[in-house]
């Protein structure tokens, strides 16, 4: 790296910088200590305030003296805030000294985002805001739900000033528009992103203290498997209303169970009231509030969770098995063959792992009916890149065999090789290193073989292979 650095002005691809880039920002935020940040909600202010930031700037044709006012004032206070972190105020006195950075509105650019990519891991997973009883939940909730709603629809704004209840907040979204009116930022848009803003982040407090209180062994709001159904629910709910079936016996149905669910746990009346609002807007943004909860509680709390298989095995399995699933061409001719065979192997790996007799339930009820069970393993899909990434992450022992495994899985999911003897070296190195080697993985090459062996026509096994392996081992590479 420091090579790299002496001779930065020499023609080095970019993509080496924005790779190391890319990993610095990503420890820098995980590695900050709560005790040592400023308080939550000034970095909620500096995250807002970024966010406005990064909308000017990219309306913004070139960088005039007000907005660079603007800009430096922010980096200012960033660096004030967090008084304690020398580094951090020599960079940007640095970079606020260099006429070739300071006069570039493409450096502000790329700093804004650095400091937006720390502060929201930051904000949810390090030091978010507090919550400190069953009203605050509840407000959170609220505020979630009507800034979703605005974000469609900047009419619903003034419900959302209603609810915040924080005057500093309100204060800071008065500021936050007058400052885009200063740079002529059409007002809706503005509303929109300030409220889209806001949600993200109050989804991210409200995450944060649901995986806390389980991982504490509070499971009054649920578990790893709870969060996984209401996932899944307004995931199929979302798709009916996508394809206009919405009041459908079957719509009906999910729905019903849906608020079922959020019944028998503490999330508030107007969760469950607004799932029978005839405001379609309405509607489509609590379920995908739901949504959004769901998935990023439920990947994080598995260990905390009585009646969820445990066994990080069981994990890679089903994600090679949902990417194969969601991979089935409709079109070939052997699609029902495949898919009845897929359904099968399914209950052969359920049945093969313990803890999994609720999880087998709510599956077989989904498999009733092909459409809902279909939605269900395309959304499941997403939520098991997660779990297999750094929920499921190892810890290897061994770098060098890590690195190199990462390597060979790289090149093979790169579709530009045609070179087929390579390709076919390559694959067996990985495989035999993983059969000799890595008692985890090893299973995993086993039903890649099995598929390959019993799946027709389906080219795309390798591919989710890959995948898999490149989203469990990149995840264990942040261990080294």
Same mark, same amino acid.
């Given at each position: 790296?420091?090579?790299?650095?002496?001779?930065?002005?020499?023609?080095?691809?970019?993509?080496?910088?924005?790779?190391?880039?890319?990993?610095?920002?990503?420890?820098?935020?995980?590695?900050?200590?709560?005790?040592?940040?400023?308080?939550?909600?000034?970095?909620?202010?500096?995250?807002?305030?970024?966010?406005?930031?990064?909308?000017?700037?990219?309306?913004?044709?070139?960088?005039?003296?007000?907005?660079?006012?603007?800009?430096?004032?922010?980096?200012?206070?960033?660096?004030?805030?967090?008084?304690?972190?020398?580094?951090?105020?020599?960079?940007?006195?640095?970079?606020?000294?260099?006429?070739?950075?300071?006069?570039?509105?493409?450096?502000?650019?790329?700093?804004?985002?650095?400091?937006?990519?720390?502060?929201?891991?930051?904000?949810?997973?390090?030091?978010?805001?507090?919550?400190?009883?069953?009203?605050?939940?509840?407000?959170?909730?609220?505020?979630?739900?009507?800034?979703?709603?605005?974000?469609?629809?900047?009419?619903?704004?003034?419900?959302?000033?209603?609810?915040?209840?924080?005057?500093?907040?309100?204060?800071?979204?008065?500021?936050?528009?007058?400052?885009?009116?200063?740079?002529?930022?059409?007002?809706?848009?503005?509303?929109?992103?300030?409220?889209?803003?806001?949600?993200?982040?109050?989804?991210?407090?409200?995450?944060?203290?649901?995986?806390?209180?389980?991982?504490?062994?509070?499971?009054?709001?649920?578990?790893?498997?709870?969060?996984?159904?209401?996932?899944?629910?307004?995931?199929?709910?979302?798709?009916?209303?996508?394809?206009?079936?919405?009041?459908?016996?079957?719509?009906?149905?999910?729905?019903?169970? &849906?608020? +079922?669910?959020?019944?028998?746990?503490?999330?508030?009346? $107007? !969760?469950?009231? /607004?799932?029978?609002? #005839?405001? =379609? %807007?309405?509607?489509?943004?609590?379920?995908?509030?739901?949504?959004?909860?769901?998935?990023?509680?439920?990947?994080?709390?598995?260990?905390?969770?009585?009646?969820?298989?445990?066994?990080?095995?069981?994990?890679?399995?089903?994600?090679?098995?949902?990417?194969?699933?969601?991979?089935?061409?409709?079109?070939?001719?052997?699609?029902?063959?495949?898919?009845?065979?897929?359904?099968?192997? &399914?209950? +052969?790996?359920?049945?093969?792992?313990?803890?999994?007799? $609720? !999880?087998?339930? /709510?599956?077989?009820? #989904?498999? =009733? %009916?092909?459409?809902?069970?279909?939605?269900?393993?395309?959304?499941?899909?997403?939520?098991?890149?997660?779990?297999?990434?750094?929920?499921?992450?190892?810890?290897?022992?061994?770098?060098?065999?890590?690195?190199?495994?990462?390597?060979?899985?790289?090149?093979?999911?790169?579709?530009?090789?045609?070179?087929?003897?390579?390709?076919?070296?390559?694959?067996?190195?990985?495989?035999?290193?993983?059969?000799?080697?890595?008692?985890?993985?090893?299973?995993?090459?086993?039903?890649?073989?099995?598929?390959?062996?019993?799946?027709?026509?389906?080219?795309?096994?390798?591919?989710?292979?890959?995948?898999?392996?490149?989203?469990?081992?990149?995840?264990?590479?942040?261990?080294?």
């Amino acid at each position: 790296i420091n090579q790299l650095v002496k001779n930065y002005l020499s023609p080095i691809p970019v993509k080496v910088f924005e790779f190391l880039g890319d990993n610095f920002i990503g420890q820098a935020a995980w590695d900050a200590k709560a005790q040592d940040l400023p308080n939550q909600k000034t970095m909620l202010s500096l995250f807002l305030k970024a966010k406005n930031l990064a909308l000017i700037l990219d309306k913004a044709l070139y960088l005039t003296p007000l907005l660079q006012g603007e800009l430096n004032n922010f980096l200012n206070e960033f660096t004030s805030s967090f008084w304690n972190f020398d580094y951090i105020k020599d960079f940007v006195n640095d970079f606020l000294e260099d006429p070739l950075l300071a006069n570039n509105i493409e450096a502000y650019k790329k700093i804004i985002n650095s400091i937006l990519n720390t502060l929201s891991i930051i904000n949810e997973s390090i030091k978010p805001l507090t919550i400190e009883n069953q009203k605050d939940f509840n407000d959170i909730i609220n505020l979630i739900l009507y800034s979703s709603i605005s974000t469609r629809d900047s009419k619903n704004f003034y419900q959302l000033l209603i609810n915040v209840q924080d005057k500093d907040i309100k204060n800071l979204i008065d500021d936050l528009i007058i400052q885009g009116a200063k740079f002529n930022i059409d007002r809706n848009e503005l509303i929109k992103n300030i409220s889209s803003n806001l949600y993200s982040s109050f989804i991210g407090v409200a995450s944060s203290y649901l995986k806390k209180s389980i991982r504490e062994g509070d499971l009054k709001y649920g578990d790893c498997f709870y969060f996984l159904k209401i996932y899944s629910l307004s995931s199929i709910m979302l798709d009916y209303i996508k394809n206009n079936q919405v009041n459908t016996n079957e719509y009906n149905i999910i729905k019903q169970q &849906l608020k +079922n669910l959020l019944f028998t746990k503490k999330f508030g009346n $107007n !969760l469950i009231n /607004f799932l029978d609002s #005839l405001d =379609i %807007n309405v509607l489509t943004n609590t379920l995908e509030a739901i949504r959004r909860i769901g998935q990023k509680v439920s990947p994080w709390v598995i260990q905390k969770s009585p009646d969820m298989p445990k066994d990080r095995i069981f994990w890679l399995r089903l994600a090679l098995w949902a990417k194969i699933y969601n991979s089935l061409d409709p079109q070939d001719p052997s699609f029902r063959q495949n898919k009845q065979f897929m359904i099968n192997e &399914l209950r +052969n790996i359920i049945n093969s792992h313990t803890n999994t007799t $609720n !999880l087998n339930l /709510f599956i077989n009820n #989904l498999i =009733i %009916n092909e459409n809902n069970f279909d939605i269900f393993v395309k959304n499941l899909e997403s939520i098991l890149n997660t779990i297999t990434g750094f929920p499921m992450a190892n810890k290897y022992e061994d770098p060098d065999y890590l690195y190199s495994q990462l390597i060979r899985v790289n090149f093979l999911k790169n579709e530009n090789n045609n070179n087929n003897f390579i390709k076919s070296t390559i694959q067996t190195e990985l495989l035999t290193k993983i059969m000799s080697k890595d008692s985890i993985l090893n299973r995993l090459v086993i039903d890649f073989n099995y598929y390959k062996m019993n799946l027709k026509s389906n080219n795309k096994i390798e591919e989710s292979f890959y995948s898999v392996l490149n989203n469990f081992l990149s995840a264990s590479l942040y261990y080294i």
